[in-house]
């Protein structure tokens, strides 16, 4: 299963507490870590989470700094523990526009995690689905497609994603916010949505379990119209995932 995660509304928590938005995107960075955790118990097989979007650099520079400098305290801190736990960790985006000491440290936490099997945790960094969907294009040069599976992994090679991540299951975006902001747009062409209310750092483990709960009572039929027959194996199948996803 992938689950994609728009972790929306650190600064609006930070604002109700009258804190600074940094500390906001602190809390998000806790929360953002209980969730791997929970996501791992569950069982998910890949984990996509909107850290910083290419439109994102138009935001003031210190929270920008602020924001590169959580994410490099968290590869720093939490490798080990992902290779402890099997977790692969992957960031897909732009690496031009980064500076020489986090590219670093995204290629050493990414070389140590490369045989994790478990869960493959994917961080979108300076990420633009439309700027990745364009550049797909330009490498494939005339290269024959025959289905739009293989158009995914062409996505892949543009954002440095490795391995090549299945279409996305489901999406969750908090804090009230109801679009996907070029966020996996080609990979979220037949995902369940969901759009929370709660605050990103708001958002834990049980969070995640409602989540899953409320996935496992949805029909997906990739404009299909399910025999009878097909229904009846469906809700059995997902009663089978819901208590498996409860133990």
Not at 1 to 17: K, S
Not at 18 to 44: E, S
Not at 124 to 147: F, K, M
Request: proline content about 3%; charged content about 30%; overall charge positive.
């Amino acid at each position: 299963m992938h689950i994609a995660i728009i972790m929306d509304g650190n600064g609006r928590w930070a604002g109700l507490r009258n804190l600074n938005r940094q500390a906001g995107h602190r809390a998000g960075a806790r929360a953002a870590d209980a969730v791997v955790r929970a996501a791992l118990r569950h069982g998910v097989g890949t984990l996509t989470l909107y850290a910083f979007s290419s439109d994102n650099w138009f935001r003031p520079r210190p929270e920008v700094e602020a924001l590169f400098g959580l994410l490099r305290r968290y590869l720093i801190t939490e490798t080990d523990r992902c290779l402890k736990e099997s977790i692969r960790i992957n960031v897909i985006g732009r690496r031009d526009r980064l500076n020489s000491t986090l590219k670093a440290q995204i290629e050493q936490s990414e070389r140590i995690t490369a045989g994790c099997l478990r869960m493959h945790l994917r961080l979108a960094v300076d990420y633009s689905s439309r700027l990745s969907i364009v550049e797909a294009g330009r490498r494939l040069q005339g290269a024959p497609l025959r289905t739009p599976a293989e158009y995914l992994r062409f996505l892949a090679d543009a954002v440095h994603s490795d391995p090549v991540a299945p279409e996305v299951d489901l999406l969750i975006r908090t804090a009230g916010e109801k679009r996907l902001s070029d966020f996996l747009l080609w990979e979220c062409a037949y995902a369940e949505l969901l759009f929370l209310d709660c605050l990103w750092p708001d958002f834990d483990e049980a969070a995640l379990g409602q989540a899953l709960e409320e996935y496992s009572r949805r029909q997906r039929r990739f404009g299909r119209i399910p025999a009878a027959k097909e229904i009846s194996m469906e809700i059995s199948s997902r009663s089978g995932k819901v208590e498996q996803w409860k133990r």
